[in-house]
Structure formats: C-alpha cells, structure tokens
T-cell receptor, first 114, second 116 residues
Framework: KQEVTQIPAALSVPEGENLVLNCSFT??????LQWFRQDPGKGLTSLLL?????REQTSGRLNASLDKSSGRSTLYIAASQPGDSATYLC?????????????FGKGTKLSVIP | DAGVIQSPRHEVTEMGQEVTLRCKPI?????LFWYRQTMMRGLELLIY????????DSGMPEDRFSAKMPNASFSTLKIQPSEPRDSAVYFC??????????????FGPGTRLTVL
C-alpha cells in the first residue's frame, strides 16, 4: 500500500524567505505526483502536477521536483509572501489492483510572517 | 464555469440519522471522486466514478456508506445510519474527459459533517 509522508507538519518563515516543502512516497511506480494548496475551510487547489516521466514543473514562484528512484518530491517556494500561508498537500497516483489509487500526505501547514 | 458545487456546506445531525451529501461536477468532466478528510487520517479517497459508473469503492469504510451517480451532472454520498465517527469534511472532485485520476483534479469546497 502506498504511503505518502510530508515533513515538517508545520513551518513558519519570515516574509521574503525561500523555502522547501518535502514529500516522500513508498511505491515508486507512480503515474504522477501533485501538489495542492488548501486554505482554511476551503477545498484543494491544484498547484503543480508532475508526470512520472518528468523531473520538475514550474509555475511562477513555485517549482516542484520529482525523484522517483528515491521516492521524493519537493515544492520550492521563492520569495515567500503572507498570502502563501496555507496547508500544502502532495498526492501520488499509481495503479494497483486494477484501478488507480490516489494517496495524499497529511500536509505541511505553512505560515509566512510579515 | 462555477467549479465543483457541493451541498450542503455544513450539516449537523444526530447519530442514527440518514445523511445525504450532494455534488455537481464541472460540466464535461467524466471522472468524479468522493474524499473524506479528518485530522487523524488526512484525506482519503472513498470512491470514484467514470462516466457515471463506480470504478473503485474500496475506500468506502462500511456498508453504511453508499454513493450514486445517476447522471453526468449529479452525484450523492449517503450515510445511513450516521455515527459520530463519521464527522469529517467530505470533498467531491472532478477531472476532465480521458484523463481521470492520472491528471488534474478540481475540488469542491467540501461539506463539513458533524454527527452528534
């Protein structure tokens, strides 16, 4: 069974700092890995999706990398802003028992201090 | 497009009562997913549909849970009878034609269920 782990569970940084969020997964036979943002009381917003054949994806100040061999992904946020404060979740998609399985980590709660 | 629509946004009920959660996916999306989020277990996939047909319901916790998708624009998740341990936020998500779980999913705002 796929397991996805995110460390740390919470992170607090001053505004303007660059930061890295970590995600690890146990089964490297994945189709893709996605990073989501969740604001309090809201649903999930997809940030970046990396297909298994890709090494990284970029969107604005966000860069996500994928290393299947080591079972790791990172989300890099440049020049952090208070508006980046949210919980960030990663999720892996892989095929098991004849159907797709989507497994989420428990998230990293990010606080950017003005 | 209004995005994925869920109703109600909040539901408070008493143990033993039937609860029905509703979801309207984004028009044209052929995949629909139901998730449950709790502090202890995080976000878990309960069931997903492709073209209104349930594909994998292995995440449904018990027989008290059932889900239907009578047409491409509507799905329900029903809990009967409800128990306090069912208290959670339930999310619905949809994904475009031909991409399904292997590509981007769009989430609704969720229904916060409290069972007393």
């Amino acid at each position: 069974k796929q397991e996805v782990t995110q460390i740390p569970a919470a992170l607090s940084v001053p505004e303007g700092e660059n930061l890295v969020l970590n995600c690890s997964f146990t089964d490297s036979a994945i189709y893709n890995l996605q990073w989501f943002r969740q604001d309090p009381g809201k649903g999930l917003t997809s940030l970046l999706l990396i297909q298994s054949s890709q090494r990284e994806q970029t969107s604005g100040r966000l860069n996500a990398s994928l290393d299947k061999s080591s079972g790791r992904s990172t989300l890099y946020i440049a020049a952090s802003q208070p508006g980046d404060s949210a919980t960030y979740l990663c999720a892996s998609t892989y095929s098991g028992a004849g159907s797709y399985q989507l497994t989420f980590g428990k998230g990293t709660k990010l606080s950017v201090i003005p | 497009d209004a995005g994925v629509i869920q109703s109600p946004r909040h539901e408070v009920t008493e143990m033993g009562q039937e609860v029905t959660l509703r979801c309207k996916p984004i028009s044209g999306h052929d995949y629909l997913f139901w998730y449950r989020q709790t502090m202890m277990r995080g976000l878990e996939l309960l069931i997903y549909f492709n073209n209104n047909v349930p594909i994998d319901d292995s995440g449904m916790p018990e027989d008290r849970f059932s889900a239907k998708m009578p047409n491409a624009s509507f799905s329900t998740l029903k809990i009967q009878p409800s128990e306090p341990r069912d208290s959670a936020v339930y999310f619905c998500a949809s994904s475009p034609l031909g991409q399904g779980v292997s590509n981007e999913q769009f989430f609704g705002p969720g229904t916060r269920l409290t069972v007393l």
